[in-house]
């Protein structure tokens, strides 16, 4: 089932490229989160949007927002690729699948894998409802930032 505007957000508890447990619940009543599922760490599309995000964080710290990046790679994995490209928010692993699952955002089959996370992304504001929520079907195409961001302001 697809997520929509005024739908409650799903919870969830991942762990972060440090291996420590972050969930949604942590930023209620505090921050705004902006929620982004990308298929796999070190691709060139998923490489360029976080860089995006990266390059653009103060913009949505002034908009009183948290980054989240989640895809279905090992926080290993994920520990590497967030030192390669200075990522400066978090990342998160989805391993089982089940936090995209709850958001909709699964490709039954990518390239041959099954279980990849759609690029998608969701603004969770901060009494845990969505604001925006935009689910890719094409891995190349990138979540509309102007969007996400009007619908932070």
Do not use: W
């Not at 990046?69 to 290993?76: K, N, T």
């Not at 590497?80 to 909709?104: C, H, I, V």
């Amino acid at each position: 089932m697809a997520l929509s505007k005024g739908d409650k957000a799903p919870g969830f508890t991942l762990k972060n490229s440090d291996g420590q447990e972050v969930s949604l619940s942590d930023f209620a009543g505090k921050k705004n989160v902006v929620v982004l599922f990308f298929p796999l760490a070190y691709t060139s599309v998923c490489t360029d949007e976080l860089c995006h995000v990266r390059d653009n964080l103060k913009q949505f710290e002034t908009l009183d927002a948290e980054v989240l990046a989640i895809s279905v790679d090992s926080f290993f994995t994920l520990k590497e690729f967030k030192k390669a490209q200075n990522y400066n928010f978090q990342l998160l692993s989805d391993f089982n699948k089940e936090t995209a699952k709850a958001y909709g955002c699964l490709y039954d089959e990518f390239f041959g894998m099954y279980g990849v996370a759609k690029r998608s992304a969701f603004v969770v504001d901060k009494e845990g409802t969505i604001q925006y929520a935009e689910i890719l079907e094409k891995a190349s195409d990138l979540p509309d930032f102007g969007k996400v961001k009007e619908a932070l302001a």
